[in-house]
């Protein structure tokens, strides 16, 4: 944690391109993509987002053991993501305190980058261009914090499997509303496509979700598949080794 503003690191950068490119592209139709690093490790962040959290009330990590009946070298990881960019101590993943610091990292930096949202998002309000403007935050898959003895997104679980998504489409529902509805990554382009009038010419595997936006209660997709390489079987950086598929369910 460093006393620096926010351009210490790239999500600063990248704030501030995407705000210039919406002054650019403010008086015509346009697709902007953002891509925000964090919260990706390393868990950096300025000071500031450090502080907005006591570390005393950072909560413990639910559920640390792994279930008993599975293969943990087809089911979860090593941390070995982790453990490649941190000076672990060693027993440090099992110690109480280095968790909390690292968890006490993750709020920091999910802190920092929502202020880089928020500053795209001001400047959407400041263009007058929110009333016309469908927003989409998406995260491409979750993380462990420590859930079932495990660090990082390469596992078959849903601590990694699910991941964060909010739309935001003018006219539609008020802001935070919840659906409990199935979707999946590859139904984002399909209902963009569907709330902005396109026409798609080829078939896809994705499916529409406006419904859902239209109506929250209503049902989503009956399952959602997730995809997961076991890094037990990976032998080089070039073999992917077997894939895992995993399918949710509304109760499985």
């Known amino acids: 944690s460093v006393p620096l503003d926010d351009k210490t690191y790239p999500d600063g950068w990248i704030a501030e391109h995407a705000v210039n490119a919406l002054k650019e592209l403010k008086d015509e139709p346009f697709f902007l993509a953002v891509g925000f690093v964090k919260p990706h490790l390393p868990f950096n962040a300025p000071s500031k987002y450090w502080d907005q959290y006591d570390p005393n009330q ?49 709020c920091a930096a999910v802190s920092y980058v929502d202020a880089q949202v928020g500053k795209v998002l001001d400047e959407l309000d400041r263009l007058k261009l929110t009333e016309n403007t469908i927003v989409v935050l998406w995260s491409d898959h979750g993380f462990h914090l420590g859930e079932l003895d495990s660090w990082g997104k390469h596992t078959a679980f849903e601590h ?93």
């Not at 979707?183 to 499916?207: F, H």
């Open 58 to 106: 950072i909560p413990p990590v639910s559920f640390q053991d792994p279930p008993s009946e599975i293969e943990p070298g087809m089911s979860l990881n090593s941390a070995f993501e982790l453990l490649g960019q941190y000076d672990v101590p060693e027993g440090g993943l099992k110690n109480e305190s280095y968790i909390r610091k690292l968890r006490h990292g993750y």
């Open 160 to 252: 990694a499997m699910r991941s964060p998504l909010m739309i935001r489409v003018p006219g539609m529902n008020a802001p935070g509303v919840l659906t409990q509805a199935l979707t999946e990554t590859v139904d984002i382009y399909p209902t963009l496509a569907e709330l902005c009038g396109l026409k798609l010419t080829e078939s896809i595997d994705g499916n529409s979700f406006v419904d859902i936006l239209e109506e929250p209660n209503a049902e989503g997709d009956a399952e959602a598949f997730s995809y997961h390489r076991p890094w037990s079987y990976k032998t080089n950086p070039y073999d992917s080794g077997p894939w895992a598929t995993t399918m949710r369910t509304d109760r499985y």
